[in-house]
C-alpha cells in the first residue's frame, strides 16, 4: 500500500494543512498538455505489449540509470544498428534485469512514478526484487489482458481530459486522424515540433525539407517557400486540433536575421555547403520566425532550451537517439530571449512558455522576465527537475518574482503513458506542501492556498495552452467550489 502522506511536510501542522489542500486537487482531472505518447497507441487501442515494454524500454529515465550502472542496451531489448550483436529479445528476461535493479531507483522521482503505478494503477502487491520479478510479471501480464487496461480506458480511468503528443512537423498526423474520426479529436491533440527542419546542419535535414515539400504541397525552391511550407503544416496541424508548437533547441537565441540573409543560408544548406556558424545563426532566426507565426495563427510557442543530445556520439550510431544520453548545459535567457521578447512580449496575441533545467536562471532570468513580459510563462520543472526537490526548489525560486500565476501549471512531459497520473500526483503533493507553508507563515490563508493549488493543478494549464478564443476569456479565480 502507497503511504497516503507520501512526499507531503514532516512537520504534524504543515501535513494536516498540506493533506487538507492536496485533497481538493487529488481527483481534479488532469490536463497534460506536454508530453511524448505516440497517438497511434489510442487510436489502435491495442493491449500493451508486456510489462518490459510499458515500464521499461518506454521509460528513458529507467534506461538511463540502468545503463549508468554498466547494463547493456542489449540486454534491456535495445539493439543495435548494423551489428551482429545479440539482443535480449524476452521480455520476461528484461523484466527480471529491472527487478534485480530495483535498488538504483531508491530517492529518484522514477522510484516514486513506478510505485504509483504499479500499486495504485495495477495492483501488484509485492516490492519489485530478483525474487519477486516472476511474480509481478505473471500479474501485470493478467491484468494487460483485461479491457480495462486497454490504453483508451486507461485515459478514462486516469481522467485525462486533455492529451498533448509531439509530432515531428512532418508527421502524417495519421493517428490524430483516427482519433479525430472516433470523436477523440478535442481530447488528444498534436503539438508542432519543427526541430529537424530549422537546424541545417543535421544530417537528415535535406530529407526533412523534401518530406515538409510533399506534405505542404508546397514545391520549396527557396527561404519564402520553405516559410509558406512550415505556415501550411501549422494550419494543418490546427486543423487537427494543435494548440501549441515545442522547440527543443540546445540554446535560446532568438536573434533574426535580414531577409536576404536568411534566404542565402538556406540556398547554401540546400546545396549542403552551409557553415556552422550561418546554420547556428538560422536555427536562431527561425526560433524568431516561428515566435511571429504563433503572434499571426494563435499556437502557443514552447520553448525547451540547454540540453545537448545525444551526449555519446557512438551510442546514437549504433543504437539511435533518446537512449539516456542527453545531458544539461547552462542556459541564458536574458540576452537570448530578448529580440523575441522585445518585438512579441507584449503582444495580446502571443504566449510563450519556457523552460530549462537550469536551476541558476530560475531566479536571476526566468522568474524577472516572466514577472514582466505579458506574453511569457514559465513552463513547470522539467526533465531532471521533475522530481520532488526540484519542483520545490522551483517554488521557492521563482514565486517571490514572478507568483503563482506566471507559470504554465503543471505538464509532465511524460514519455511512459501509465506514468501520467503518477506525475500529476507528485506535483499536486509538492505545491500542496509548499502552500501550506505559506499558511502556517501567515502569508496565505486556506481558502486562498486551495484555489491556488486548483489553479496550479488544473486551470494555469488550461488557460495557458488554450486556443486564442478561449485565451481571450480567462475563468482564472473564478468557480473554485465547482473543482472541490
Same mark, same amino acid.
Given at each position: 500500500?502507497?503511504?497516503?502522506?507520501?512526499?507531503?511536510?514532516?512537520?504534524?501542522?504543515?501535513?494536516? *494543512?498540506?493533506?487538507?489542500?492536496?485533497?481538493?486537487?487529488?481527483?481534479?482531472?488532469?490536463?497534460?498538455?506536454?508530453?511524448?505518447?505516440?497517438?497511434?497507441?489510442?487510436?489502435?487501442?491495442?493491449?500493451?505489449?508486456?510489462?518490459?515494454?510499458?515500464?521499461?524500454?518506454?521509460?528513458?529515465?529507467?534506461?538511463?540509470?540502468?545503463?549508468?550502472?554498466?547494463?547493456?542496451?542489449?540486454?534491456?531489448?535495445?539493439?543495435?544498428?548494423?551489428?551482429?550483436?545479440?539482443?535480449?529479445?524476452?521480455? @520476461?528476461?528484461?523484466?527480471?534485469?529491472?527487478? $534485480?535493479?530495483?535498488?538504483?531507483?531508491?530517492?529518484?522521482? /522514477?522510484?516514486?512514478?513506478?510505485?504509483?503505478?504499479?500499486?495504485?494503477?495495477?495492483?501488484?502487491?509485492?516490492?519489485?526484487?530478483?525474487?519477486?520479478?516472476?511474480?509481478?510479471?505473471?500479474?501485470?501480464?493478467?491484468?494487460?489482458?483485461?479491457?480495462?487496461?486497454?490504453?483508451?480506458?486507461?485515459?478514462?480511468?486516469?481522467?485525462?481530459?486533455?492529451?498533448?503528443?509531439?509530432? /515531428?512537423?512532418?508527421?502524417?498526423?495519421?493517428?490524430?486522424?483516427?482519433?479525430?474520426?472516433?470523436?477523440?479529436?478535442?481530447? *488528444?491533440?498534436?503539438?508542432?515540433?519543427?526541430?529537424?527542419?530549422?537546424?541545417?546542419?543535421?544530417? %537528415?535535414?535535406?530529407? %526533412?525539407?523534401?518530406? &515538409?515539400?510533399?506534405?505542404?504541397?508546397?514545391?520549396?525552391?527557396?527561404?519564402?517557400?520553405?516559410?509558406?511550407?512550415?505556415?501550411?503544416?501549422?494550419?494543418?496541424?490546427?486543423?487537427?486540433?494543435?494548440?501549441?508548437?515545442?522547440?527543443?533547441?540546445?540554446?535560446?537565441?532568438?536573434?533574426?536575421?535580414?531577409?536576404?540573409?536568411?534566404?542565402?543560408? =538556406?540556398?547554401?544548406?540546400?546545396?549542403?555547403?552551409?557553415?556552422?556558424?550561418? $546554420?547556428?545563426?538560422?536555427?536562431?532566426?527561425?526560433?524568431?520566425?516561428?515566435?511571429?507565426? %504563433?503572434?499571426?495563427?494563435?499556437?502557443?510557442?514552447?520553448?525547451?532550451?540547454?540540453? &545537448?543530445?545525444?551526449?555519446?556520439?557512438?551510442?546514437?550510431?549504433?543504437?539511435?537517439?533518446?537512449?539516456? =544520453?542527453?545531458?544539461?548545459?547552462?542556459?541564458?535567457?536574458?540576452?537570448?530571449? @530578448?529580440?523575441?521578447?522585445?518585438? =512579441?512580449?507584449?503582444?495580446?496575441?502571443?504566449?510563450?512558455?519556457?523552460?530549462?533545467?537550469?536551476?541558476?536562471?530560475?531566479?536571476?532570468?526566468?522568474?524577472?522576465? #516572466?514577472?514582466?513580459?505579458?506574453?511569457?510563462?514559465?513552463?513547470?520543472?522539467?526533465?531532471?527537475?521533475?522530481?520532488?526537490?526540484?519542483?520545490?526548489? =522551483?517554488?521557492?525560486?521563482?514565486?517571490?518574482? #514572478?507568483?503563482?500565476?506566471?507559470?504554465?501549471?503543471?505538464?509532465?512531459?511524460?514519455?511512459?503513458?501509465?506514468?501520467?497520473?503518477?506525475?500529476?500526483?507528485?506535483?499536486?503533493?509538492?505545491?500542496?506542501?509548499?502552500?501550506?507553508?505559506?499558511?502556517?507563515?501567515?502569508?496565505?490563508?486556506?481558502?486562498?492556498?486551495?484555489?491556488?493549488?486548483?489553479?496550479? #493543478?488544473?486551470?494555469?494549464?488550461?488557460? #495557458?495552452?488554450?486556443?486564442? %478564443?478561449?485565451?481571450?476569456?480567462?475563468?482564472?479565480?473564478?468557480?473554485?467550489?465547482?473543482?472541490?
Amino acid at each position: 500500500m502507497l503511504a497516503p502522506d507520501r512526499m507531503l511536510p514532516t512537520e504534524p501542522a504543515l501535513r494536516g *494543512i498540506a493533506r487538507e489542500i492536496h485533497q481538493q486537487t487529488a481527483r481534479l482531472p488532469v490536463v497534460s498538455m506536454h508530453g511524448h505518447v505516440d497517438a497511434r497507441l489510442l487510436a489502435e487501442n491495442r493491449p500493451f505489449t508486456d510489462p518490459a515494454e510499458l515500464f521499461v524500454t518506454s521509460d528513458h529515465y529507467v534506461v538511463r540509470m540502468l545503463v549508468s550502472q554498466g547494463v547493456p542496451l542489449e540486454q534491456i531489448g535495445m539493439p543495435a544498428a548494423h551489428e551482429a550483436v545479440a539482443v535480449e529479445t524476452d521480455p @520476461r528476461a528484461i523484466w527480471r534485469t529491472f527487478c $534485480a535493479n530495483w535498488h538504483l531507483f531508491r530517492g529518484t522521482p /522514477s522510484r516514486y512514478w513506478l510505485e504509483h503505478e504499479l500499486v495504485d494503477v495495477f495492483g501488484v502487491p509485492h516490492r519489485p526484487s530478483a525474487e519477486t520479478a516472476d511474480a509481478i510479471y505473471d500479474h501485470l501480464v493478467a491484468m494487460l489482458e483485461r479491457d480495462e487496461y486497454l490504453p483508451r480506458a486507461l485515459l478514462d480511468r486516469f481522467d485525462i481530459e486533455i492529451l498533448a503528443t509531439t509530432d /515531428s512537423a512532418t508527421s502524417t498526423l495519421g493517428g490524430h486522424a483516427a482519433l479525430a474520426r472516433e470523436g477523440y479529436g478535442e481530447r *488528444i491533440v498534436p503539438t508542432f515540433r519543427p526541430d529537424g527542419l530549422l537546424h541545417p546542419t543535421a544530417a %537528415s535535414w535535406p530529407q %526533412s525539407v523534401r518530406r &515538409l515539400a510533399e506534405r505542404s504541397g508546397i514545391d520549396i525552391a527557396g527561404y519564402d517557400d520553405f516559410l509558406d511550407a512550415l505556415g501550411e503544416r501549422r494550419r494543418t496541424f490546427i486543423a487537427m486540433g494543435a494548440r501549441a508548437t515545442d522547440h527543443g533547441h540546445l540554446h535560446a537565441d532568438t536573434t533574426p536575421l535580414d531577409h536576404t540573409d536568411a534566404a542565402r543560408i =538556406f540556398a547554401t544548406a540546400l546545396r549542403g555547403e552551409v557553415s556552422e556558424r550561418d $546554420a547556428d545563426a538560422f536555427s536562431s532566426h527561425m526560433l524568431f520566425e516561428m515566435a511571429r507565426m %504563433s503572434v499571426d495563427d494563435g499556437l502557443v510557442m514552447q520553448i525547451h532550451a540547454g540540453v &545537448l543530445r545525444d551526449h555519446n556520439a557512438e551510442v546514437r550510431r549504433r543504437f539511435g537517439p533518446d537512449r539516456g =544520453f542527453d545531458i544539461p548545459v547552462g542556459a541564458e535567457f536574458t540576452r537570448n530571449l @530578448r529580440p523575441l521578447l522585445e518585438a =512579441f512580449g507584449r503582444e495580446p496575441g502571443m504566449r510563450l512558455v519556457v523552460f530549462t533545467v537550469d536551476e541558476t536562471v530560475y531566479s536571476r532570468e526566468l522568474a524577472p522576465l #516572466a514577472g514582466v513580459y505579458p506574453a511569457m510563462r514559465l513552463g513547470a520543472p522539467w526533465w531532471f527537475l521533475d522530481s520532488p526537490h526540484g519542483m520545490r526548489r =522551483f517554488r521557492e525560486l521563482v514565486t517571490e518574482t #514572478a507568483g503563482f500565476y506566471n507559470t504554465s501549471g503543471f505538464v509532465d512531459d511524460a514519455r511512459a503513458f501509465a506514468s501520467i497520473p503518477a506525475r500529476h500526483d507528485l506535483s499536486r503533493r509538492i505545491d500542496a506542501g509548499y502552500l501550506a507553508r505559506l499558511v502556517g507563515e501567515g502569508q496565505l490563508t486556506l481558502d486562498e492556498a486551495v484555489e491556488t493549488a486548483i489553479d496550479l #493543478a488544473y486551470r494555469l494549464p488550461l488557460e #495557458a495552452y488554450a486556443r486564442r %478564443s478561449e485565451h481571450a476569456v480567462s475563468s482564472l479565480g473564478v468557480g473554485a467550489d465547482a473543482y472541490r
